[in-house]
């Protein structure tokens, strides 16, 4: 085997690896300074956020309006640091710039009945790009596992437990 | 990376050896399933308050799929309170032997053996589990139901049985405990094979016959090990060890899998698939039907889990294994080829279901101090910190660390795949369908994780 | 032998460790729920059972400890007529207050944050003994005195053309006529009526009808202070506007949602059943039998749909006090509940003033 057929894995995997690093660091989409001013009502019920996914784009002003169906609901977005609290009948409003691309869970902050843990929405703002970044680099994934970090075993396998 | 012989230093030789430890740890387990049963029957029936639904649903289970079982394999059924009363029970002792407990000892039906049970138990768990997860009173129900199936089953049956064939998290915690880097085997098999009394397997003045059912002489992977150390007390000769080893080496081996090893699998991760949907995912409708157990709409959720994981799943990995044998130049039966790829998609199932495990624990994990401040809801403040607020810890690097996960899953899954076309002199050529449905079910688990 | 003392150790420790938590366990519980200087109240939706206990007594001067928990959702605590601040219930978490009454009778407390269709039944009472009786004091409803039939449909004789506005009635310079200047005056008449009597009276003689409907305006918000609409429209957002909507059309989330026919009927003395197995007595102070309406109104039919208050043709022909009344009294046989035992005679009417923006008040 030449110097450069046994080189050649490491090489795959060191260009694979900044292939990766570069999927994850490059600065996503970039943040327009005028956005739109958006206005979303968002209605809480048991145990359901309607709509259950907002869009946005970046630099976009957006206003959420949360109203409950039913019981006191929260709505919490994490990465965005808003917090609000409705009663049906009270709406509550919050209104915030949207610069921080990317998908951004919605939570339920009030405990309002057993399944309050799973009761969550999504905020997206800009196109899923971590979504695809995290694909792509499952397609690297795949090529390192399955052809880089793979080794023809060099003698007879070394086996472990009773023959 | 030659296997590091733990027991070979005195210490931590004596410290297993010794029933004492072993003991304590377990009362502590004991203790905190009294703690969960007692606070899920008497205290608020708030599931994000009560310690039942908090630590067991959240503490227990991302510490078991995140820590446990990838890094100390089967190590918590070693100490799991589950068993323990029927255990000492049957074996009418705590510690060392002390003549005949109580018990009939029979032997677990021929029909009923391998992991098909345990299949089935855990798809019904499964089923019912949103409620359970939710209301600690049916998590106290859960539990407490175990307990006493699992003393009746050590009254009648040998050994370990529950653990062993029913078990519900057991053929789980088995499955990927091959993926952990510790284990437990023998030195030297030839040394086994002059033995001829075997106490590893029948029992001696100094500990009991291995409760697994298992010959440690023949223990290859890490499967139906438990981790309960009795070999180590009754082997004569000194010749089991504990060991560590390269992570996943269990995977590494030529021989097919039993086809009930390789279906859980497959079962697995189609599960990790439906929980990851139905619960992250954006229908709450699925959701509610989910949870509405007895319904219409549970009974379609149902229909819909019992498709994904036992039909679709499983077919679409079986159609994967058949491109690849047309396309490499292999005359591999169908089953043949599910046994021999099945076990290269456990690290991939293995990350799955603990990317989704730490999202969950990320999320909800300031409801354990709280939880255990008031633990029967009396309005105790025992630690301080009943009134803590929520406090969730998600964002994009907790997205990016569930991605990383499921992805370097991925990678190792691949390279398994890829080892097993290789001993199937099948080549790349015939890795690249199964590669394809490992990437497939990453594609969805990334979606519900990330997008 | 030493073998066998280590295995009696063990044992002992098993047995310390099976018995210690469930005994820790069972003696808390038991200490907590024997101890009879705090009251523990478990709050849950009405559907669950409510209140639990939900009759409490008290004697005057002693302090009533109550320890406050709730069971599902987040709930409030208040006492109905009283000044004290709502208390909120979070779930699973034990808030306590302590209560002091003066008077002995029968108090009502209820929840305070919305937890469901049926958030308005989750109300309890308190039996207050002791201390001296004061002289009972009975307060006839205005809609009583003045002879109105509250449960009668009130369409308005006259409507506007335009949506009336008190700041153009306060410019026309108008001195009101008399009979129409007073709190009183306006409280009794519907508004329609008043637009008649003030459109025949001889200082309107040059004005238009619109203007006429815009001095109607006018006499609604100078009998009415700020601080009493600001009021009004805080209860009207706690309490209303689940069910009538935060524009008052009748068409608040609850309403919408709710599509089960909730039936009850509220009748004095008679406890009526009805299918739910709730039976209803009559709140203090309302002494009439109940109109045969009621029977209309029981299980299996539809209730009507909360009142559209932005609705002319019905609220011009409505006094304030029908419309108090209604408040006070509830809704026999559809969904709107009383209030008698939770408003102040102040709140009321505070409420029933800001009821009329929904005819007259600025639109934004």
Known sequence: ?163 | MMPIDLTRFPFVRSILVARGPQLAVQLAAVAGLLLVIAAGLLGTPVGSRNPATVLVWIAWWAALMIVAVPFFGRLWCGICPLPLPGEWLQRGALLRPRGRGRGMGRPWPRRLRGLWVQNAAFVIVALFSLPVLTQPRLTALLLAGLVLVAIAISLVFERRSFCRYLCPVGGFIGLYAQAAPLEVRVRDPRVCADHTTKTCYTGSADGYGCPWLVFPATLTSNVSCGVCLECLRTCPLDNVAIRLRPMGADLRRSAPVRIDEAFKSLVLIGSALVYAFVLLGPSSALRAAAAAVGSPSWLAYAAGFLLVTVVLVPGLFLAATRLGRSVGRNHLSAKEGLQRFAPALVPLGLAAWAAFSLGFVLTNASYILPALSDPIGLGWDLLGTTSMPWTPMGGTLASWALAAIVLVGLAWSSRHVRAVAEDLAGGVRMAIPVWGFSFLVTAGLLWVFVA | MLRTSSEHLARIALALVTLAVPLAVAVAWWGAHRSTSAVTIHGRVSEAGGWLPGTLRAVVGTPLRLRLVSDDVVHGFAVGRSDAAPLDIPPGQVVETTLTFDQPGTYTFYCTRWCGPDHWRMRGVIEVSGGQPAAPEIVEPLYESLGIDIDAPHPASALPSVRPSAERGESLGIEMPEGFRSRQDFIARPPAETWQSLRLDSSTRGLSDSQVWDLVAYQWRSTTTDAALQEGQALFAQNCAACHGESGGGDGVIALSTPVPVSFGILEGTALSVPQGIALSVPEGIADAVPAAAATHLAGEQPPSPADFTDPSTMLGASSALLQGKILRGGMGTGMPYWGPILTEAQLWALTDYLWTFQFGETS
């Open chain 1, 1 to 163: 085997m030449t110097r450069f057929h046994r080189l050649l894995p490491y090489v795959g995997l060191a260009t694979l690896a900044v292939a990766g690093v570069a999927l994850v660091g490059l600065p996503s989409a970039v943040v327009r300074s005028e956005g739109v001013a958006r206005s979303v009502r968002v209605e809480a019920s048991t145990f359901a956020f309607t709509p259950a996914t907002i869009e946005v784009d970046p630099g976009d002003r957006v206003t959420i309006e949360l109203a409950s169906a039913d019981v006191v609901h929260g709505l919490h977005i994490e990465g965005y640091d808003v917090n609000l609290t409705a009663d049906p009948g009270q709406p509550a409003t919050v209104s915030f710039v949207a610069d921080r691309p990317g998908t951004y869970r919605i939570r339920c902050s009030v405990p309002c009945g057993p399944l309050h843990p799973f009761m969550s929405g999504r905020l997206r703002v800009g196109p899923p790009s971590t979504f695809w970044r995290a694909i792509a680099l499952a397609f690297i994934a795949v090529a390192v596992g399955g052809l880089a970090l793979w080794r023809k075993p060099a003698g007879p396998r070394v086996r472990l437990g009773p023959a």
